[in-house]
C-alpha cells in the first residue's frame, strides 16, 4: 500500500531571510529563500527593515513554493511557522500570515521554535547528509546563534552551553568590518584565511563557562589590533590580510572546538551535529573531521541550504509534529524570546 501523502507548507521569518518550503514524508519538495540584500549597505541587519521586506516577500515566495512543489494549497494538510525566537517585527509577518492561511484553508497550524528546527534539519531526507542518532550534541553556529545543546529525542533537548554576548558569526562578521570588508565578511575570511599563517598574530579567547561562549572580547581585540598596527603602517591590514584572517580564524574554531571537546567530556556523547550559516565554514569542517578521526566523533553537517535560515527545517519539524497531532490554537502569538 502506498504511504499516505502529507503536505506540510513550512513559513519561515524570523531574521531577514523570507522562506517557504513544502515537505513530503521527510523528502523537501521546493524550499525557495528570498535573502534581503537590503541589509548590506547597513553592514548588518536592520530590524524595520526586515519585517517591511518579509511583508512583500511573503506572498510570492509562499506562492513559488507551491508551484515548484507542485501542487495546489489545497492540498495541504497543515501549516508550519517559526513562532520565535528572532526579531519582532519580522516574526509578526510569518506568524500572522500563517494564521490567516491556516483559517482560511481550514488545516492545522503548527508553531515551531526556530533553534530546534535548525537542530531538527538533520532529519530531512536527502543523500548529501548522514542523520544523527539519539542521543546527540548540536552545536548550532550562525550569526545570530551560538548554542550546544543536547538532543535525547526530537522534542526532548537540553541547551547546555551559548553565547552570553555575540554570535559567532556576529564576531566573524564585526572582525571583518574592522578589517574593510563587505557584510557578511565570514565567508571572506574563511577565503582569505586560505593563504594565511594560522600562527602569524595572537587573539584571546575569553574566559566563561566550560561549554559557554563570549564574542565580544575579541571584537573588541581585533578593534585595538587594527589601530595599534595601522598608527605607523597604514597599509598593515591589507599586506597582511591573509595572515590576519587566517589567525583569527584559528582562534574561533579552536575556541568551538574547546567547547564541545568540553561538552563532549561532560555528557559522554560522541555523536555530533551542526548547523548554522557558520558550519561552511572550512576551518571548523576541518576540525571535526580531525576529531571524528582522532577522537572517534561520529560528525553530521546537513547539506548547506538546511543550514543556514531555510524553511525546509521548518517543515520537516511541522511534519514530525503533524504526524503526533501537536497542533496549536489560531490565537497564538509570536515569541521573540522563545525557550526550547
Ligand atoms: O545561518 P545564517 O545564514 O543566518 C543567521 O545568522 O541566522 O548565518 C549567517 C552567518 C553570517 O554571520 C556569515 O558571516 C556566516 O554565517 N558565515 C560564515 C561562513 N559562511 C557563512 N562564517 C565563517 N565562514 C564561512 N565560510
Ligand atoms: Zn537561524
Redesign the pocket.
Given at each position: 500500500m502506498k504511504p499516505k501523502q502529507t503536505y506540510i507548507l513550512g513559513i519561515e521569518s524570523s531574521?531577514d531571510?523570507t522562506s517557504a518550503a513544502v515537505i513530503n514524508n521527510g523528502v523537501v519538495l521546493s524550499n525557495v529563500v528570498a535573502t534581503q540584500s537590503i541589509h548590506k549597505e547597513y553592514g548588518g541587519v536592520v530590524p524595520e527593515l526586515a519585517s517591511r521586506a518579509h511583508q512583500q516577500n511573503i506572498v510570492p515566495v509562499v506562492q513559488l513554493a507551491l508551484r515548484k512543489a507542485n501542487i495546489d494549497k489545497k492540498q495541504l494538510n497543515a501549516i508550519a511557522f517559526t513562532r520565535g525566537p528572532g526579531l519582532m517585527g519580522s516574526l509578526l509577518v510569518g506568524t500572522s500570515f500563517s494564521k490567516s492561511l491556516a483559517m482560511g484553508l481550514g488545516i492545522p497550524l503548527i508553531d515551531v521554535n526556530h533553534m530546534q528546527a535548525h537542530i531538527l534539519a538533520h532529519f530531512i531526507k536527502s543523500e548529501e547528509h548522514t542523520t544523527p542518532k539519539f542521543p546527540f550534541l548540536a552545536l548550532t553556529?550562525?550569526?545570530?546563534?551560538t548554542q550546544i545543546v543536547k538532543v535525547t529525542n526530537y522534542f526532548e533537548m537540553e541547551l547546555i552551553g551559548q553565547t552570553i554576548d555575540d554570535?559567532?558569526?556576529?564576531a566573524?562578521?564585526k572582525s571583518?568590518k574592522l578589517m574593510g570588508l563587505p557584510y557578511?565578511?565570514?565567508?571572506l575570511?574563511?577565503?582569505y584565511a586560505q593563504t594565511g599563517n594560522p600562527n602569524a598574530f595572537q587573539f584571546p579567547k575569553p574566559k566563561v563557562g566550560p561549554m559557554d561562549f563570549s564574542f565580544s572580547g575579541l571584537k573588541t581585540a581585533v578593534m585595538y589590533f587594527v589601530e595599534r598596527n595601522s598608527k605607523d603602517h597604514p597599509n598593515f591590514v591589507t599586506e597582511n590580510l591573509e595572515d590576519i584572517c587566517a589567525s583569527l580564524?584559528f582562534t574561533i574554531v579552536d575556541y568551538l572546538m574547546d567547547k564541545l571537546k568540553n561538552a563532549v567530556k561532560q555528557t559522554g556523547i560522541k555523536e555530533v551535529a551542526i548547523g548554522?550559516?557558520?558550519s561552511?565554514?572550512?576551518?571548523i569542517r576541518n576540525a571535526l573531521r580531525t576529531a571524528e578521526n582522532k577522537l572517534g566523533w561520529k560528525v553530521h553537517i546537513p547539506k548547506f541550504e538546511y543550514?543556514?535560515?531555510n524553511a525546509a527545517m521548518i517543515a520537516i519539524v511541522g511534519e514530525l509534529k503533524f504526524k503526533e497531532s501537536i497542533f496549536t490554537e489560531n490565537n497564538v502569538v509570536a515569541n521573540a524570546r522563545m525557550k526550547f
Open positions: 531574521c531571510d553556529i550562525s550569526g545570530g546563534h554570535a559567532v558569526g556576529e566573524f562578521d571583518a557578511p565578511g565570514g565567508p575570511i574563511d577565503k580564524q548554522g550559516g557558520v561552511a565554514n572550512s576551518g543550514c543556514t535560515d
